[in-house]
């Protein structure tokens, strides 16, 4: 991966400009791009303005349209009551949508993370666990004091399981192995996408290796939130501006 850039540099970044889209693919986070982060994962919702922005993206794009999220791909799939549009979960792990899509069995050593995840939840109320198809989330932002503790057993469970480690947003992850980016070059060589120029928006440090992906294929990442060192190119301070700015090249398909 390219070396990134100093974070200084990075809160210099332009917004994207709205003929960045023209002839692109587009590729969306979920959480903290296309909605806000919750205290809980599970208290997140997909109002209709952003169902019907997402199916009015897919037309714009001719189809062109993926959502890539650290969720699992049938969880995305639920809470936007269904897509049409693949659907990358897991941090990419999971590629629902194509005509072959891969789904992972899911490796036995995480029951064994979920119970000690829980156990160490028991002793600090609020821990939240978050179980995924593909992996386990161990969320301190409801105990940010406890960030020691989840990251120490979080790193020695990756030592002894073998399994990712994935540090997000106040929470630690262990995880089956998996890239955004690497999901997001298997796109570009399917259609609708190939031949198109890649576009990415994402906010967390799961989303740099689709940053990279992005630029290497010839396209632009967008970093949605604070600045920070990233491989992205442009930036937009918030969930809200991302939408707005989403909306505006949605437009011809109104």
Not at 80 to 90: K, N, Q, W
Request: hydrophobic content about 50%; aromatic content about 4%; proline content about 7%.
């Amino acid at each position: 991966m390219p070396e990134l850039m100093e974070p200084n540099t990075a809160a210099l970044l332009a917004p994207p400009p709205a003929d960045l889209a023209d002839g692109a693919s587009l590729f969306l986070d979920f959480d903290g791009t296309l909605v806000e982060i919750a205290p809980r994962p599970d208290a997140v919702a997909v109002d209709a303005p952003l169902r019907q922005l997402v199916a009015r993206l897919v037309a714009r794009f001719d189809g062109r349209v993926a959502i890539v999220s650290g969720r699992g791909a049938a969880e995305i799939d639920a809470l936007f009551g269904g897509l049409d549009c693949p659907i990358v979960g897991s941090h990419g792990a999971e590629l629902r949508g194509l005509e072959h899509a891969e789904v992972p069995e899911r490796p036995v050593a995480l029951d064994d993370v979920a119970t000690q995840f829980n156990a160490l939840a028991d002793t600090l109320p609020g821990l939240v666990v978050e179980i995924k198809p593909l992996g386990v989330g161990l969320h301190y932002r409801g105990v940010p004091d406890a960030e020691v503790a989840c990251r120490a057993l979080a790193e020695e469970l990756a030592t002894s399981t073998g399994l990712t480690l994935q540090r997000g947003k106040m929470v630690f992850e262990l995880r089956a192995p998996g890239d955004k980016g690497r999901a997001i070059a298997a796109l570009m060589v399917a259609m609708p996408f190939a031949g198109s120029r890649p576009m990415f928006l994402g906010d967390d440090l799961t989303d740099e290796p689709g940053f990279a992906t992005v630029a290497r294929l010839g396209g632009a990442g967008v970093l949605v939130g604070t600045a920070r060192a990233t491989e992205a190119v442009y930036r937009v301070p918030d969930v809200a501006t991302a939408l707005r700015w989403l909306e505006t090249i949605a437009k011809d398909a109104a």
